[in-house]
């Protein structure tokens, strides 16, 4: 069993992310909403990344003691993970290492897994086509539940970095045509009335540009994952 870095920032970092591809279509009240909401997260940064590198600190003594594939993989996936929020460089070499494990291992869930941190790394490098070519690899309707949402997160966050920065007809219509089928796909995949749920939910009314009804799930996820 994996085990997850708690990354509090995240879901709110995504959602705000999203919503303000278009800017222009959100009220004055909405973005100063969701500026107070940055506000809160960025205040606590210095403390995750504190944390983040004693984390990365004890996970690096437990794998010099490791030598099997099995705990190798586990533990460098951890790595990456503390990485991932700030040092995407280091979590790429991680990533790779655990699709080298994850090859020994001939686990074909553990190399889907490392598949997508790759993806995903590379999305935040800028190396979209290495990040195209490994997703299009994936055949998706044969992953595990918890691997499916992993594989539809990651696709989630491809094409929102090409919608951003493909404006032009017919490339920006394609892409967000895709991406809210990765968001339906992760909205299916959910226990309805839970933090991701609407986290997905939210992010999915702000696509269509339903601002208000974004955060009132938004707000609904926050005070669920506060509950946890």
């Known amino acids: 069993m994996f085990v997850v870095f708690k990354d509090k920032r995240l879901p709110l970092l995504l959602v705000f992310l999203l919503i303000l591809i278009r800017p222009s279509f959100a009220s004055e009240a909405d973005i100063s909403w969701w500026i107070d909401q ?77 598949q997508c941190d790759i993806a995903a790394i590379s999305v935040s490098t800028g190396d979209n086509i290495q990040a195209y070519r490994l997703l299009t690899s994936i055949h998706a309707e044969h992953l595990p539940l918890w691997l499916k949402k992993i594989y539809y997160q990651t696709k989630s966050k491809f094409w929102v970095e090409r ?37 997905y939910k939210a992010t999915r009314s702000a696509r269509l540009r339903r601002h208000h009804e974004a955060i009132g799930y938004f707000a609904k996820a926050l005070a669920d994952r506060n509950l946890d």
């Open 38 to 114: 940055l506000d809160r997260s960025l205040a606590q940064s210095g403390r995750y990344e504190a944390e983040y590198r004693q984390q990365i600190a004890n996970r690096k003594q437990l794998l010099a003691g490791h030598e099997g594939p099995d705990a190798r993989f586990e533990i460098c996936r951890q790595i990456y993970q503390a990485y991932q929020s700030y040092r995407a460089d280091s979590a790429l070499v991680y990533a790779y290492r655990c699709l080298s494990y994850a090859k020994q291992l001939k686990r074909a869930d553990y190399i889907v897994l490392a």
């Open 163 to 199: 919608t951003n920065y493909i404006g032009y007809e017919p490339s920006h219509s394609i892409y967000e045509h895709e991406l809210s089928m990765a968001l339906d796909s992760l909205i299916a995949l959910s226990k309805p009335e839970t933090s991701e749920w609407y986290a």
